[in-house]
């Protein structure tokens, strides 16, 4: 669809219904508060995104919108979902996810366009990702097993140890920890906070860390569950020693 790229994008339109947005993870890096203390970032490149579908109750049984993230390499789709990106004038994207409403603002449309400007400094986000991937691993690095005694000639060094009884129920139970495939899974980390909205250039500095390595593409969504801030007293006098 080469003549819907530039009449697509241009219909800017910021929906507040819309809780969340997809990006990609730049990297970490620190920031320094009002009292000189470090604090760990992580600079998310959030959006562009454009309303790709609309769900709705009565045709799909729940509110929701799906979202498709602009990038500048062009996406390759099948006839079945060029006619979808068609339907909605925009052009194909490689990397769609689906956002709930809130139920406030503007109906969004498909079309529509949303930036990092959803978002405001001090939000509480949860940001969903995969985890980076270990391959196999035992059980030291994957649980956290303290393994055996370093010394010559112990015979037990890293190894997991007991798996089971003997003779009742003589079978390994379930659930038991054991070494195996470790990293690759979808991890959502919650109540971070917004500390720079850059609308411009479409990124998000958050606190502490997201899963993932650099350039992992995640979703960003308001917090379910946001923390309630609470302010200590600052209690003026001498300590007490």
Do not use: W
Request: net charge positive.
């Amino acid at each position: 669809m080469p003549g819907t790229r530039n009449t697509a994008f241009q219909r800017i339109g910021n929906r507040a219904m819309v809780t969340g947005i997809i990006g990609q993870k730049i990297g970490m890096t620190q920031v320094f508060g009002a009292d000189g203390a470090a604090r760990p970032v992580t600079v998310l490149k959030a959006g562009p995104c454009v309303v790709i579908q609309r769900k709705q109750v009565d045709r799909d049984g729940y509110d929701a919108v799906q979202l498709g993230l602009v990038e500048e390499r062009p996406a390759r789709v099948t006839k079945p979902v060029a006619g979808l990106y068609a339907r909605a004038n925009v052009p194909p994207t490689r990397l769609r996810r689906e956002v709930a409403l809130d139920g406030q603002g503007d109906e969004p449309a498909e079309g529509d366009q949303v930036s990092a400007s959803l978002f405001s400094e001090g939000d509480q986000v949860d940001v969903t990702g995969v985890s980076r991937g270990r391959g196999f691993q035992g059980v030291m690095k994957r649980h956290g097993f303290g393994g055996g005694r370093a010394t010559h000639g112990s015979m037990f060094h890293r190894a997991p140890g007991s798996i089971g009884q003997s003779s009742y129920p003589s079978r390994v139970l379930k659930g038991m920890r054991a070494p195996g495939h470790m990293g690759g899974d979808r991890v959502t980390v919650r109540n971070l906070r917004v500390v720079t909205v850059d609308a411009e250039s479409n990124q998000l500095v958050v606190t502490g860390a997201v899963p993932g390595a650099a350039g992992t593409y995640v979703v960003i969504r308001r917090a379910v569950a946001p923390q309630r801030v609470t302010v200590s007293p600052v209690v003026a006098g001498k300590k007490k020693r």
